[in-house]
């Protein structure tokens, strides 16, 4: 009796091997498929790197299958939360960002909104679509703009920890004076993923504007660093997004009591915390052009652009 139990239970392990092995080789094969490459980078797109040198992918058009990929999600029944802040005159494009967002962002997945503005009578209201919502919060009013920047990590920090964690499986945060163009999905989503800055993808990286100066807590020495993120659109798991908020948040804070400001406010702590936390999933600038009227050779689709925007008039203390 004890041997044929023995038995069994040698088989149950088996079996869970066996079923754990073709698990991971059937995600790797999907993963090979919907990125166009076998950990090459080159099979999708041959005029761009389409996988990092610590092999993660990067997200270009052409180098996955929408259609795989949505199938897949689809099965997954996911909650993508995304947040903007809209302070001062910043919401005047709001309703550009809420409109494109419904014709082109997570389209068929359902979305949350958390929408942050010292001005909620100044919301549009826009029409949603099903399972797609939006949550208004109230922020006091700042006279510097690159207070409100730094601001951000703190405040997404709070916002998962407290509400999140049962209402989401992913987070991207993003800025309002931008609008969609083109498809932005599930492709998208990773454990933690950053977006490359349109000025830098195809930069040298001694042109990269980290910060430099040792005294900052954003300080990256001029030979290191891989690429440079934008500060403007970042995301992943709630998880991964929580240690990296309250990391910045908490730098950032170091910085504030010694009196040093990175030369680009939370941006400068972002590309330090990915220099030391690599992305999972890369974006090509595709998920953040500069202006929809510039072009490149490699940019296939514009899906998502800043738009074109007098800085001076819009930001309350230049």
Same mark, same amino acid.
């Given at each position: 009796?004890?041997?044929?139990?023995? @038995?069994?239970f040698?088989?149950?392990?088996?079996?869970?091997?066996?079923?754990?092995?073709?698990?991971?080789?059937?995600?790797?094969?999907?993963?090979?498929? =919907? #990125?166009? $490459?076998?950990?090459?980078?080159?099979?999708?797109?041959?005029?761009?790197?389409?996988?990092? @040198?610590?092999?993660?992918?990067?997200? =270009?058009e052409?180098?996955?299958?929408?259609?795989?990929? &949505?199938?897949?999600?689809?099965?997954?029944?996911?909650?993508? /939360? +995304? +947040?903007v802040?809209?302070?001062?005159?910043?919401?005047? #494009?709001?309703? &550009?960002?809420?409109?494109?967002?419904?014709?082109?962002? #997570?389209?068929?997945?359902?979305?949350?909104?958390?929408?942050?503005?010292d @001005?909620?009578?100044?919301?549009?209201?826009?029409?949603? *679509?099903?399972?797609?919502?939006?949550?208004?919060?109230?922020?006091?009013?700042?006279?510097?703009? @690159?207070?409100?920047?730094?601001s951000?990590?703190?405040?997404?920090?709070k916002l998962?920890?407290?509400?999140? /964690?049962?209402?989401?499986?992913?987070?991207?945060?993003?800025?309002?004076?931008?609008?969609?163009? *083109?498809?932005? !999905?599930?492709? !998208?989503?990773?454990?933690?993923?950053?977006?490359?800055?349109? =000025?830098?993808?195809?930069?040298?990286?001694?042109?990269?504007?980290y910060?430099?100066r040792?005294?900052?807590?954003?300080?990256?020495?001029?030979?290191?660093?891989?690429?440079?993120?934008?500060?403007?659109?970042?995301?992943? !798991?709630?998880?991964?997004?929580?240690?990296? +908020?309250?990391?910045?948040?908490?730098?950032?804070?170091? &910085?504030? /009591? $010694?009196?040093?400001?990175?030369?680009w406010?939370?941006?400068?702590?972002?590309?330090?915390?990915?220099?030391?936390?690599?992305?999972?999933?890369?974006?090509?600038?595709?998920?953040?052009?500069?202006?929809?009227?510039?072009?490149?050779?490699?940019?296939?689709?514009?899906?998502?652009?800043?738009?074109?925007?007098?800085?001076?008039?819009?930001?309350?203390?230049?």
């Amino acid at each position: 009796m004890t041997m044929r139990l023995r @038995q069994i239970f040698y088989f149950f392990l088996l079996g869970m091997f066996v079923g754990l092995s073709l698990s991971g080789l059937i995600y790797w094969v999907i993963t090979s498929i =919907w #990125f166009g $490459n076998h950990l090459t980078g080159n099979l999708g797109r041959t005029d761009v790197a389409s996988v990092t @040198q610590w092999l993660a992918p990067i997200v =270009w058009e052409g180098t996955f299958d929408s259609t795989v990929i &949505d199938s897949i999600y689809k099965q997954q029944n996911i909650t993508v /939360a +995304t +947040t903007v802040f809209a302070l001062g005159k910043y919401t005047r #494009f709001l309703k &550009d960002f809420l409109e494109s967002a419904e014709e082109h962002y #997570f389209v068929g997945f359902r979305v949350h909104y958390y929408l942050f503005t010292d @001005q909620p009578e100044e919301v549009p209201n826009v029409k949603l *679509g099903q399972e797609r919502y939006l949550t208004v919060k109230k922020l006091p009013s700042m006279n510097r703009w @690159q207070d409100i920047s730094m601001s951000r990590m703190g405040i997404l920090e709070k916002l998962i920890k407290d509400e999140l /964690a049962s209402e989401a499986d992913y987070i991207f945060c993003l800025d309002v004076d931008t609008k969609f163009h *083109g498809r932005w !999905s599930v492709e !998208s989503l990773g454990r933690l993923v950053g977006v490359i800055h349109p =000025w830098f993808f195809d930069a040298p990286r001694f042109i990269f504007t980290y910060e430099h100066r040792p005294e900052s807590q954003a300080y990256i020495p001029a030979e290191e660093g891989d690429y440079y993120f934008t500060g403007a659109a970042f995301g992943g !798991s709630l998880k991964d997004v929580h240690h990296l +908020t309250k990391t910045c948040r908490e730098q950032m804070n170091i &910085d504030i /009591a $010694n009196s040093i400001e990175a030369i680009w406010h939370e941006e400068s702590h972002l590309n330090k915390y990915f220099l030391h936390n690599k992305p999972s999933k890369l974006l090509s600038p595709e998920y953040l052009w500069r202006d929809i009227s510039m072009s490149s050779g490699y940019v296939k689709i514009i899906r998502f652009s800043h738009v074109a925007k007098n800085n001076a008039e819009v930001r309350p203390n230049l």
